[in-house]
């Protein structure tokens, strides 16, 4: 039985994020420089965005450039930028049949014109799809994000569109850039480290922490499938016992 049979589907994590950790580690092993670490790191996406599919995920999240990236050497960034280019100008026909949305977060502005051009093309050319939302995470970081909605919400408060009495989680999610994405259910890392790094912090509250060693290049489906089932073995309470879901769950069957 493969790892992709043995996933229970009724419980498929809906939305996972993943650190792509582990590029440059990857090529210095072997000898090359570090864009040949990130373009390897670009055929590991298009192989997870179909293994996603494969298992029914419907939210895929990956940090693709982080607003610490920029502190990189220029001639790095600049080689970064150029290769995303010219992923999501190739990539973007197969994106379109495989049904995939895409979507961004992140400082925008900040990203050359060249590639928020051809982002812009792409968000636009899958709007339709409907198999899996895969949302790029670039010139972004999660105190970035809060700063940005707490900023927000204030110059509401000043133009009395709300009072301090509206607010409250719910609303300060609505000001973030994940407005109307659930918030992953699984966080899964590359690479060997086991922080977050100023990823999703918020969203992140409740989900589940995958850690691998594999660098990220290496990391494919069946990596994906085992970050997965792991997911699955484990208990998730949100603060409760295990004793009250348990009941929980013997009260939803019933009632079936």
Same mark, same amino acid.
């Given at each position: 039985? &493969?790892?992709?049979?043995?996933?229970? $589907?009724?419980?498929?994590?809906?939305?996972?994020?993943?650190?792509?950790?582990? $590029?440059?580690?990857?090529?210095?092993?072997?000898?090359?420089?570090?864009?040949?670490?990130? *373009?390897?790191? +670009? +055929?590991? +996406?298009?192989?997870? @965005?179909?293994?996603?599919? *494969?298992?029914? @995920?419907?939210?895929?999240?990956?940090?693709?450039? &982080?607003?610490?990236?920029? /502190?990189?050497?220029?001639d790095e960034v600049d080689a970064l930028m150029e290769l995303m280019v010219h992923a999501i100008v190739k990539?973007?026909?197969?994106?379109?049949?495989?049904? +995939?949305?895409?979507?961004?977060?992140?400082?925008?502005?900040?990203?050359?014109?060249?590639?928020?051009?051809?982002?812009?093309?792409?968000?636009? *050319?899958?709007?339709?799809?409907? &198999?899996?939302?895969?949302?790029?995470?670039?010139?972004?970081? &999660?105190?970035?994000?809060?700063?940005?909605? @707490?900023?927000?919400?204030?110059?509401?408060?000043?133009? $009395? *569109?709300?009072?301090?009495?509206?607010?409250?989680?719910?609303?300060?999610?609505?000001?973030?850039?994940?407005?109307?994405?659930?918030?992953?259910?699984?966080?899964?890392?590359?690479?060997?480290e086991k922080r977050i790094s100023n990823f999703l912090l918020w969203q992140l509250a409740y989900a589940e922490?995958?850690?691998?060693?594999?660098?990220?290049?290496?990391?494919?489906?069946?990596?994906?499938?085992?970050?997965?089932?792991?997911?699955?073995?484990?208990?998730?309470?949100?603060?409760?016992?295990?004793?009250?879901?348990?009941?929980?769950?013997?009260?939803?069957? /019933?009632?079936?």
């Amino acid at each position: 039985m &493969s790892l992709l049979e043995k996933i229970n $589907n009724k419980r498929i994590p809906s939305h996972i994020a993943i650190i792509m950790d582990g $590029n440059g580690r990857w090529a210095k092993e072997r000898g090359l420089n570090r864009a040949h670490g990130h *373009q390897e790191g +670009v +055929v590991a +996406v298009r192989k997870i @965005v179909e293994a996603a599919i *494969q298992a029914h @995920v419907k939210f895929l999240t990956i940090y693709a450039f &982080s607003t610490e990236n920029w /502190n990189r050497p220029d001639d790095e960034v600049d080689a970064l930028m150029e290769l995303m280019v010219h992923a999501i100008v190739k990539e973007t026909p197969d994106l379109i049949k495989q049904g +995939v949305r895409l979507l961004t977060i992140g400082d925008y502005e900040r990203l050359p014109n060249k590639t928020k051009t051809a982002l812009n093309e792409c968000i636009t *050319q899958t709007k339709e799809g409907s &198999s899996i939302t895969l949302i790029l995470a670039l010139s972004y970081s &999660s105190k970035w994000e809060i700063t940005q909605a @707490v900023k927000k919400m204030m110059g509401d408060i000043h133009n $009395n *569109q709300l009072t301090s009495e509206d607010l409250n989680e719910e609303l300060l999610s609505d000001y973030l850039s994940t407005k109307g994405i659930p918030d992953p259910d699984l966080l899964i890392r590359t690479g060997g480290e086991k922080r977050i790094s100023n990823f999703l912090l918020w969203q992140l509250a409740y989900a589940e922490l995958y850690f691998t060693d594999t660098y990220w290049p290496d990391f494919r489906e069946e990596h994906l499938y085992k970050a997965i089932c792991n997911f699955q073995c484990r208990e998730r309470r949100f603060g409760k016992t295990s004793e009250q879901i348990e009941k929980e769950q013997r009260d939803k069957l /019933n009632n079936l």
